[in-house]
Structure formats: C-alpha cells, structure tokens
Nanobody, 115 residues
C-alpha cells in the first residue's frame, strides 16, 4: 500500500508561486499515473494535472500555462509548480497515485491565495 504525503501549501498573494510536493512511501518508478486534484469549499474535487510513468502530462484548462507537474523517480516524489496564482486556486490539494494494486490518496495540503 502506497502512502502519500503532501507538503508545500500555504498562504500566498495573487500572482505568487508555490511548489507542492508529494512524497511516496515506496518507489514511484512503476506507478503508471500520478496526479494532483483539488477541492475548494463547497465544490467537488477536480483534477488539476496528471503525469504518466512515460512522462506524459495533462492539465485542467484553468491551470494550463501556469502550473507544471513533474516527478522525480529517484526521490519518489511528485511536484506541482504553481505560478501566477489566482484567488480561484484556493483549495485543498491532494496527491493521487493509481497503481495496479489500487488508487491511493494523500491527506491534502491547503493552498490559500489571498491579498
């Protein structure tokens, strides 16, 4: 069972940047898909970005050009670089890993964009 721990959230002003990290308890080399999701208050959880084991990436339209997803297999860590943050990016961000054994989630990290 893969355990995922997010970090890097916090309070940032509009236009600012944050980098989220998702540390896995075991090797992510063979995890075929990892993703970041987010859930804002009163809204459903939504996919923000995903990355495959082959390095393929996909982004929600709302974050294209501002967010970059990456993974470092040597460190068993996935990242989300978030630039040009907007008020509407405020949410709890969750790390997700889809493996042959199951679908795993972290506990989430809060990102608040406020002036």
């Amino acid at each position: 069972q893969v355990q995922l721990v997010e970090s890097g959230g916090g309070l940032v002003q509009p236009g600012g940047s944050l980098r989220l990290s998702c540390a896995a308890s075991e090797s992510i080399f063979s995890i075929f898909l990892m993703a970041w999701h987010r859930q804002a208050p009163g809204k459903q959880r939504e996919l923000v970005a995903l990355i495959t084991s082959a390095g393929g990436r996909n982004y929600a339209d709302s974050v294209k050009g501002r967010f970059t997803i990456s993974r470092d297999n040597a460190k068993n860590t996935m990242y989300l670089q978030m630039n040009s943050l907007k008020f509407e990016d405020t949410a709890v961000y969750y790390c997700n890993a889809k493996t042959g054994a199951g679908d795993y989630w972290g506990q989430g990290t809060q990102v608040t964009v406020s002036s």
